[in-house]
């Protein structure tokens, strides 16, 4: 089994800042891929950033600039650094890793639960 958790979500001011966090777990063999990606009310899920296995990052446009994605291959964790926040990037926030699990020939996509993230004006 492969769980993946999210923490650092929280209540911030506009122009605040809060670093997300996601571990993933279990009988990994490896991870390919990590990103996070968010839902607000009454909209859909949309990719935020994504970094694959060698480091190399891929970011929505409303988060070029402000947000920064890093990850620790050694430790299975991926880090979502936001700075600026404005009320608009209101939403839960997930997780998602691309796992090739312990004794499984092909990847598999978990998530996270989320991670509520708001932004007060």
């Known amino acids: 089994q492969v769980q993946v958790v999210e923490s650092g979500g929280g209540l911030v001011q506009a122009g605040g800042s809060l670093r997300l966090s996601c571990a993933a777990s279990?009988?990994?063999?490896?991870?390919?891929?990590m990103g996070w990606y968010r839902q607000a009310p009454g909209k859909q899920r949309e990719v935020v950033a994504t970094?694959?296995?060698?480091?190399?990052?891929n970011y929505a446009d409303s988060g070029k600039g402000r947000f920064t994605i890093s990850r620790d291959n050694a430790k299975n964790t991926v880090h979502l650094q936001m700075n600026s926040l404005k009320p608009e990037d209101t939403a839960v926030y997930y997780c998602?890793?691309?796992?090739?699990?312990?004794?499984?020939?092909?990847?598999?996509?978990?998530w996270g639960q989320g991670t509520l993230v708001t932004v007060s004006s």
């Open positions: 998602n890793a691309d796992t090739l699990p312990i004794g499984w020939l092909r990847y598999l996509e978990v």
């Open positions: 279990g009988s990994i063999f490896r991870i390919n891929a």
């Open positions: 970094i694959s296995n060698g480091g190399s990052t």
